[in-house]
């Protein structure tokens, strides 16, 4: 596809239960980011990884978060034992070069994670 | 670390009103400044930037100029549209990272 695409777009678990998040990046884009929005809230950085290695993970709210991009393509986030607080839309975005200053990031649609 | 001030909404205008939302930030040196928009129903994507002081984005008919004396970052455009409905988010890199801080978000709503 042309842009980042995000499964599940919806989400709905149970407190405890294991969740596995997925982002298909823009085909050519080195840099992927993880961002949590809230409601009402802007979104909130997670984990940032050039290539396959995460460069910045300093945004995961606990051990209970993982992410992963084995080939340097497509990323899963991984929740284990999911809280209710966990519940937000978990953005993704890619971008081909990592200059913030120079690029642009852009962003899937989200999944929105809704723990019961 | 950086950080940004957006002004809250919701706001709510007729067509063809002048719009102005604003934005502070604080930061380490002079980073480039962002606007972002979030359709309904769409991902967030970037509406315009500044690299750097007095710099002026533009898009859309939206503009943004970066003021450093006042360290601002206003959102503005002179007539909306009902399309321009969305919230927009003021962003800025985390000092010399790659995250991105946003700002709350500013839902605009235009109506007919």
């Known amino acids: 596809g042309a842009g980042v695409s995000q499964t599940p777009s919806n989400k709905v678990t149970e407190k405890g239960k294991y969740v596995e998040l997925r982002c298909d990046p823009i085909?050519?884009?080195?840099?992927l980011y993880w961002y949590r929005q809230s409601l009402g809230q802007g979104p909130e950085f997670l984990i940032y990884?050039?290539?396959?290695?995460?460069?910045?993970d300093s945004g995961l709210p606990n051990d209970r978060f993982f992410a992963v991009r084995p080939e340097g393509s497509v990323s899963t986030l991984k929740i284990q034992r999911t809280e209710r607080g966990d519940s937000a839309v978990y953005l993704c975005?890619?971008?081909?070069?990592?200059?913030?200053?120079?690029?642009?990031?852009?962003f899937g649609e989200g999944s929105r994670l809704t723990v019961l | 670390g950086n950080s940004v001030t957006q002004m809250e909404g919701p706001v709510t205008l007729s067509e063809e009103a002048f719009l102005t939302i604003n934005c502070t930030y604080t930061?380490?040196?002079?980073?480039?400044l962002f606007w972002y928009v979030q359709y309904p129903g769409e991902g967030l994507q970037l509406l315009l930037k500044?690299?750097?002081?007095?710099d002026k984005g533009s898009n859309k008919g939206f503009e943004a100029t970066y003021r450093k004396e006042t360290t601002s970052f206003h959102l503005e455009k002179g007539s909306v549209q009902v399309s321009d409905s969305a919230v927009y988010f003021c962003?800025?890199?985390?000092?010399?990272?790659?995250?991105?801080?946003f700002g709350k978000g500013t839902k605009l709503t235009v109506n007919p």
């Open positions: 500044a690299t750097k002081a007095d």
């Open positions: 990884f050039q290539g396959t290695g995460a460069a910045d």
């Open positions: 085909s050519g884009h080195t840099a």
């Open positions: 975005a890619s971008s081909l070069i990592t200059g913030l200053d120079t690029g642009e990031l852009f």
């Open positions: 962003a800025l890199p985390q000092g010399g990272s790659e995250k991105l801080v």
């Open positions: 930061a380490t040196g002079y980073p480039s």
